[in-house]
């Protein structure tokens, strides 16, 4: 099959992109800024245009709106143009945070609770809109593995010696490997369901606690683990805003990553996935932390 992929370059879609051409697939990737009149060539023959294209931090919220919603819509009418399906990948924060007792489920009312949150259920809401397209989201919890920037900042401080533990005490996060993420994708891809939205995940919450031991485990046994208190969090988080305001570049925590990290989790149901995608995560939190750490270790990153 001929495959359009945006975003092929970045962590996800690296993996992606391995993944269809190790299928034998044909693979197109698509670029930045996106053109309706552009696209219509590219997605000519094409089976299915894998969405992964977006921004995950910024220091405005109109910031996500261009890279979330507006940059989702050309693409989805390109794609309701050419009669392509859409496989859009969305987030878990579209559907906000549900604790580990009571997990989220793909029927439950939205309640995104950050920008980020709010601009990718804002991009799922674009392609009900669109006339014409066939249309499927995913939406992952936290994704880890090799190649990943965002839980790699916390293997470099173990391999320094040191790991916070930062959040609520007894929250949890459905984690999954990218490994699972592109099992989902390329099942998507074959999928003939349309206009569904579904969570992806594995099975098994992951409290800070356990991800902190986890990837101690993974790359630095003595490793220190220190508790951050929730107040201090809100301060640093509250100078982070200020920073942020000022120089216009996003921060590692401001007030929207507080209100993550001060919910009582983000937990998803993954039975939608095992039914209408016949996918199952394989790959638990000790196997994916030790194949993550091993692989950042070979490349030099730690």
Known sequence: M??????????IGQHVVGDLVARGDEVVPIRRPFERG?????????TAVVHLAGLIAAPRERDFVAANVDATRIVAQAAGDARVRMVHISSLAAGGPAPASAPR???DPPHPITPYGRSKLAGERVLAETPGLRWMALRPGVVYGPRDRALFALFRMAARGVL?????????????????VVRAIAAAIRSDIDGDAIFVGHPTPVTPRALVDGIRAAVAPGARVIRVPMPLTHAAAFAGEIAQRVTGR???????????????????????LRDRLGVVAAID??????TTGEWYRQEGWI
Request: glycine content about 12%; proline content about 3%.
């Open 2 to 11: 001929k495959i359009a992929v945006t975003g092929a370059s970045g962590f």
């Open 38 to 46: 552009v696209l219509a060539g590219q997605l000519a023959g094409a």
């Open 105 to 107: 489920s793909e029927t």
């Open 164 to 180: 916070p533990v930062v959040g609520r005490s007894g929250a949890a996060y459905t984690f999954i490997h990218v490994a699972d």
């Open 250 to 272: 996003p921060v590692l925590i401001n007030q929207s990553r507080y209100r993550e990290l001060a919910a009582e989790g983000f937990v998803c149901r993954v039975d939608r």
């Open 285 to 290: 939190l000790e196997d994916g932390l030790n």
